[in-house]
Each structure stands twice: as structure tokens, then as C-alpha cells.
């Protein structure tokens, strides 16, 4: 990969990828592999040291299909050398009742039902492969503040004064995407009445490769499985009111290990120890269209999910697959990588699969985080029942790690 150092005025390669955020990396990575000459545009320069030490307070939950992906692009091994914690069961209660489900990847012959990977150690790995690819480079730190579409291709102009053109524009800039709003692309959605805390903390007893959720009536707490500390440290996110997340985030670290000691039930013993507490508002919104002709949204730019079923960036990794199949046929066929043609098979096959997890993400927020009695029996009711229903919740398990 090579630093632009904006000496020339103008630009030119066959896919501008803008965000190398976990999503955009994957998309430009993607697109060089396939041959293509590729520019990737970022706002910040990234750290680029691994230290064994520090931990990540931002985890994903990634899929088998994220996986299969990562691993395809050659980057999953290097992940693993840096750190990964795969987890064999899940296992999600209801505070308000007796419900559970116990999920374990040995029910769908399965080693595990997905990894546990700290958000910096993605982005490095996939950093590290694009810095030696030669169908790479690199224009960072550097931000978009225009955008066109001429007969000859895209044009993207940045703050710095040089001009990208391109075929096909991957948008890749994140749920606050400047780059959507620019094409003039409206989305919908609305903020939940949630704020997501996260932290690292290390507990009494070993994690069991398990991660555990508990539903409360003010949202979810989860606790994932980190593979540090004897297996005793764990990541959480606790979804919960505005007012009550800035109530844990003033807590002395004693008291905050208490409260979080009772919320989990003492489910892993006591809490010890927290650190790098941090909160983020929680939001659904999702984009009318995908596509302008020459530009594509991906990632968050396209849809942004509540985090309780960890399917955020799973979602955009879908989205990273479906693209690279299309443009590979595209070339294949000698068509616009960023014509319409090409751009509305990629829109109709991930809108639809998106539109059907944002839908059930924010049934299961509302289902879960409300303390109408009637619908506090249903759900108790309902987790025990598909507990019980092999068939079903096999398939629930297969649909979340992106196997069917
Ligand atoms: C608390 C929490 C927990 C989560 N847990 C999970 C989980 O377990 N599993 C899961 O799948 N998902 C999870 N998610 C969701 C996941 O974090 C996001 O879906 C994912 O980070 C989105 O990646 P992205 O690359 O699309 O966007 P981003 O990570 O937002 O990256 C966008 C990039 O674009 C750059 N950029 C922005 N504007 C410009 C510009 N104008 N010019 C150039 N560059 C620009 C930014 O600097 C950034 O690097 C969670 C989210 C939250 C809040």
C-alpha cells in the first residue's frame, strides 16, 4: 500500500473505497484481490502497534460467515496470532421469569458458534495485508467533501484538494456516512431510548467459552468471553436507559463492580474489576436505497442495528460477499463494475436479507426490554419453548452465524 502525499492533482483506479473502517477495509481488500486497482480513503491514521497488553474495550461477535470471509482474504490467521476467543454456547435469560435458551455449537456439529474478536485486532490484520498489496493505496488521513457522477466514471473530491476518479465508489464511511448524505440518499429509522455501556472486566469464576445474556426490563447485559486472564475476563455490553448508563459511568470502580455483580445474577461470581468503561447511543437507521449509479453503500452507511444479537458488522462482511460476487461478474462479463445493471442485483439481494434482521433485532428489543406482564409470560413462555424445540432453534443458531 502506498501513502498518497497529494503532490499530483488528480487520482485514477477502478474502485475508491471510502472508510477503512472494519467494513471498508474488507470491501478494498476484496476488490484488490480480484485484480482491480484499488484507492481506499480514510479520515484518521490508524494505530498500527498490537500490544498484548491492552484490550480493546469495542468487541464483535463474529459469525461463521465473517469468518469464511476473513479467512478467504487471508487475514484470519494473522487475527488469530494477535488474539480471537471462539465460544461453544450462548446462553440468554429473562430477568423478569424462568425463560432460557441454552444454544451449543455441539447440537449443530459445529467446533464453535463464532469468535469474540476485539475490533482494533480486525482492523490491524486487515490494515497489515492492504499495506503490502500492491493494487493498494492508501490516502489517509484525508476526508471526502464531494462527490460526482460524469459519463466517464465517479469523481470523489477530498479536503486536501485531490480529485479519485473511479468506476464504482464503495461508501463505506459508517452510520453517520457524510458520503450518503451527499448523494442526497435519506434513511429512516429513530434512536432508542438505550445507551450501550461496554468495558473489560475480569470475574470469579472462568467464562466456560459462553457467552451469557440476561434481559432486563431497562435492555439486555452481555457478557462475552475474552481469551485473556485464565479465561476470567470478559467484555460486556449493558444496553440500557440514557439516565442509567450515566449513572454507572459516574461509579467508583468498587461500586460499578457491584452493581454489575447483582445485574448478572453473579452468573460468572463476583465482578473484580473493570476497565475502560465507555458508552454509545443506540440507534436503528437504515438507508432507502443502496446504490446511486457508481456508488454503493455498505456497512453501517447502509444500516445501523441495535447491538443485542452482535449482528452489526456481520451484516456488513454479507454485504462485502454479495459485492465482490457481483463485480466479479460484472468484470467477467466485461460490464460497468458501477453501472446499474451490475448495482441492483447487489441492492436486491442484501436489502432484503438486512430489512428482515433489522425488523427482528427491533422486535426482540421491544419484545425484551418492556415489563407488560402478558408479554413477560409470552417471552418466558416462548425462550423455554424453542429451548425445547430442536429443529427450530437449530435453525435460529444456522441463521445468526450466517449459515443459511
Ligand atoms: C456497543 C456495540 C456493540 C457492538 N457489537 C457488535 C457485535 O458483537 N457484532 C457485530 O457484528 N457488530 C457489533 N456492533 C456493530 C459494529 O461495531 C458496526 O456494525 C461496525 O463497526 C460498522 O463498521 P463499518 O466499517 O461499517 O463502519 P465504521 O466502523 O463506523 O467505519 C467507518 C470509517 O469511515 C471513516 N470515515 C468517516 N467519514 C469519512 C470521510 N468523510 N472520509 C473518509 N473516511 C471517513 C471513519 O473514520 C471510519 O474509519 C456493535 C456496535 C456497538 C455500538
New binding site residues.
Partial sequence: MTESNHDQAEANCDVIV???????ATAALGCANQGLQVIL????QPDTTFNREFINNR???LTRASENLLVELGVWSDMKGMRIEPYTDMHVWDASGNGSIHFDAAEIAEPSLGHIVE?HVTQLALWKRLESHDNVSLICPD??VGVSRESNGSKVQLESGLMVNGSLVVV????KS??RDMLGIETSGWLYDQH?L?ATITTEKGHQHTAWQRFMEKGPLAFLPLGHNADKSCSI?WSTSPEQAEQLMALEEQAFCEALTEASEAVLGKVTNVKDRGV?PLELKHAKTYIREGFVLV???AHAIH?LA?????L?FLDVIALLEVISNATGQQRDIGGMHTLRKFERERKASNVTMLAAMDGFKRLFSNDIMALSKMRNAGLSIVDNLGPLKQFFVRYAMGLD
Wanted: proline content about 3%; glycine content about 22%.
Fill in positions: 471510502i472508510g477503512a473502517g472494519m467494513v471498508g480513503i480514510e479520515a484518521f468487541v464483535s461477535a475490533n476526508r471526502v463505506a464511511d459508517g452510520k457524510a458520503v450501550a461496554v455490553v454509545f456497512g453501517d452507511a447491538p452482535g449482528q452489526g458488522v456481520n456488513g
